[in-house]
Nanobody
């Protein structure tokens, strides 16, 4: 399984970015997907997950109402729309997925990881 993130960059507080994660190596539409992030000096943390069909989405409280996770199964890509960005959103954002098929997303195991993309929000 290969995961490749893109779309990171530098943005001012209050701005928006959309991250993409292209997956390959298996049938994309059978697996839940997720986004995690790791800020300097901190542990990696959960941001959002989406179930295999896209019908179920789950968010960390810190991003709820500002971030939106979505997926395009035909394009084998998962997205993270980020709005009203804050300096505390600065981190490396990682795409992840699990080995299990047809997972709910709420209990996704991050079995596979991408390399990450840097998001920096300036104040």
């Amino acid at each position: 399984v290969q995961l490749e993130e893109s779309g990171g960059g530098l943005v001012q507080a209050g701005g928006s970015l959309r991250l993409s994660c292209a997956a390959s190596g298996r049938v994309f539409s059978r697996h839940a997907m997720g986004w995690y992030r790791q800020a300097p000096g901190k542990e990696r943390e959960f941001v959002a997950t989406i179930n295999w069909s896209g019908a179920g989405t789950y968010y960390a409280d810190s991003v709820k109402g500002r971030f939106t996770i979505s997926r395009d199964n035909d394009a084998s890509t998962v997205y993270l729309g980020m709005h009203m960005l804050k300096p505390e959103d600065t981190a490396v954002y990682f795409c992840a997925t699990e080995a299990r098929e047809y997972g709910l997303g709420s209990d996704m195991a991050a079995d596979y990881w991408g390399q990450g993309t840097q998001v920096t929000v300036s104040s």
